[in-house]
């Protein structure tokens, strides 16, 4: 809650599955995460991630960036529709645009992003199969805050988990989507609780400085 007793506000932005967006459902639900979801917003019609929100009676809104003439007008056009919605706090949960310096900016030090690598290695996309082709015995997931650098802002919450003898992509893939839906929901609790927060490009938790890596989570043989 904050301090008025207004519940925090969240918007989740999505562009496909939405598996992350349920876990915070679910969590919001739970009571776990003291916060309401005022809206999701896709980037890409007919995704099931807008489906989760119908059926959990959220609002739901399509911005198809292929409408827009370029990645200003869009990004103008999002922040427009996000702030509809006055958010405590932006998700990006599997949202899978470039984000112009001008948004970052707008929603400084109240946007996290979810992103499937022990950051700050793999920031960009096939993060797995670079694991893999790299040789690494470990990978993971970091929820970061976002800043004008892509995948670089400061680490928030992140969880490690060991590389297997056979794993291929999709095995991995796998099992750091686990624990995304863990740690994703965490974070935004603690943002919520007003426990978490960015200050001067750092990440603190409960006023005191998080390491490079965010709050590290190690994670069992799952
Ligand atoms: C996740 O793997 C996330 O790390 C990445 O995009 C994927 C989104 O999955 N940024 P979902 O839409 O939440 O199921």
């Not at 996290?112 to 993971?140: C, F, M, W």
């Not at 060991?162 to 929901?185: C, F, K, M, N, T």
Request: aromatic share 6%; proline share 6%.
């Amino acid at each position: 809650m904050s301090d008025d007793s207004q519940p925090v506000r969240l918007v989740v932005l999505i562009s496909g599955s939405g598996s992350n967006l349920q876990a915070i459902i679910d969590a919001t639900r739970s009571g776990q995460i003291p916060a309401q979801i005022a809206a999701v917003v896709s980037n890409r019609p007919g995704v099931k991630g807008l489906e989760r929100a119908k059926q959990a009676g959220i609002p739901a809104r399509v911005l198809d960036h292929t409408e827009f003439d370029g990645r200003e007008a869009f990004d103008r056009a999002l922040m427009a529709q996000i702030d509809e919605f006055s958010p405590d706090l932006v998700v990006l949960a599997g949202f899978m645009r470039i984000l112009t310096p001008t948004f970052a900016n707008h929603y400084a030090g109240r946007m996290l992003n979810i992103h499937p690598s022990l950051l700050p290695k793999y920031q960009g996309l096939n993060t797995h199969q670079r694991v893999l082709d790299a040789g690494d015995r470990e990978h993971g997931v970091t929820v970061h805050f976002v800043t004008a650098e892509l995948d670089g802002g400061p680490p928030a919450v992140q969880a490690r988990l060991a590389v297997r003898p056979g794993d291929d992509a999709a095995a991995l893939a796998s099992r750091v989507q686990r624990q995304e839906h863990r740690i994703y929901p965490l974070a935004i609790q603690w943002f919520a609780q007003g426990r978490l927060r960015m200050h001067n490009g750092q990440s603190l938790l409960d006023g005191e400085p998080l390491p490079a890596s965010g709050y590290l989570i190690e994670t069992e043989a799952d």
